[in-house]
């Protein structure tokens, strides 16, 4: 099996293994693969209790990441995000509606959303970006124009402003 290189590590402050869960329930094709919890060794520098959750390593969709159990010090911001690419507007309502259930509404704009741990989401219809390719065009300035006064993404309502 080829080693993965590149996975991306979440911090929380002590909900790595819920979090993972509540990925791994929305996704198929992922699982929690293993998890690690602190020992004695250095409780003075990362002050969580021996035999708590340290990291879980889970995959989503047959991506890896990891979850740490850090503390308070950092908190997730909307400069990352992972985008999910669905094919039908029924994959889009899915994602929207699980993601967002608990999550912070102010931060729902054209496709993108914070779950209830905070990560930022973009549910990205695969048609968009034939919608929106050609800057210079009226059609995709229209679908565009549409896709900005959206929380959730809208295919139907994008294609009639593309359409005119």
Known sequence: MKRIRITPCLWFDDKAEEAAGFYTSIFNNSRIVSISRYGEAGHEIHGKPAGSVMTVSFEL?????????????FTFTE????????????????????????GDESAQVCGWLKDKYGVSWQVVPTIMSELL???ESEKS???MEAMLGMKKIDIA???????G
């Open 61 to 73: 969709d047959g991506n890896a990441f990891t979850a740490l159990n850090g503390g308070p010090t």
């Open 79 to 102: 400069a990352v995000s992972f985008q999910i690419f669905c094919e039908t507007q029924e994959e889009v309502d899915y994602y929207w509606e699980k993601l967002t259930e608990g």
């Open 133 to 135: 390719g050609d800057h």
């Open 141 to 143: 300035q229209r679908a």
């Open 157 to 163: 309502a994008i294609k009639r402003a593309y359409e």
